[in-house]
C-alpha cells in the first residue's frame, strides 16, 4: 500500500468505524490505564452543572478500557496484513466517552446513557481546544483542523495542568509535522 508505515486496523463498534494504527493504540491505552487523574465529566442532565465523575465511575471507565485493551492486543498479535479487521461492542459503554477515550482526547464526558442522551452543557460555558496540523514540506501557509474538544470553563482550573502536558506531548508526537493545540475560549 504504502500510505502509511504501520499497518492499519479497521475496529467497529456499534456500525462505527474507526482506522487505527494498533500499536499507538495498545500504548495509548496501557498509559491511561496507567494514570492517576482520568479526567472523566459527569454531565448528565440531572446535574446544574458539569462535575467531575465519582472515583466509581472511574474505575468503571478503566475496566472498560481494559476490556478495549485486551482486544486491541489479541487483533495485534494475530494481525498478518496491512489491512485487518475487528469489532467490539459492550451494552456497558458509553459510545461518547469511549470515543473519546479512542481519539485521545485528554478529558472524557460521560453521561447515563440509559436516561437519555441529554446532558447539562447547554449555556455552558465551555473552554474549547483546537488540535491543527501543519507541515511545512506541503506549505508554509496551509493548516488542517484535526479535531476539537472542549471542557466545561467551571472546571478548567482543575484539570489545567494535565492538559497542558497533553498538549505538550501532542506537540512532541511528530517531528515531521508542526502540530500546534491552539485555546480558543468559547462561551455557549
Known sequence: MGLTRHPLHLLSIADNILILNLEKTVLHLESLLLMNKVLLVDVSASRKCPQPCEPEHVDSLKGHISDLLAH??????VAS???????????DWNLCTMFGVLLGYPAFYAFNAEKGFE??????PLRVFTVQASCPRIS???????????VPENLYPAMKEELDLWNALLNLSDPSCHRLSTLNRSEW
Open 140 to 150: 508554509k501557509d496551509l493548516r488542517v483542523r484535526i479535531y476539537s474538544f472542549s
Open 81 to 91: 496484513q496491512p489491512v485487518s479487521t475487528s469489532q467490539i461492542f459492550s451494552a
Open 119 to 124: 446532558n447539562c452543557l447547554s449555556l455552558t
Open 72 to 77: 486491541v492486543k489479541a487483533a495485534e498479535r
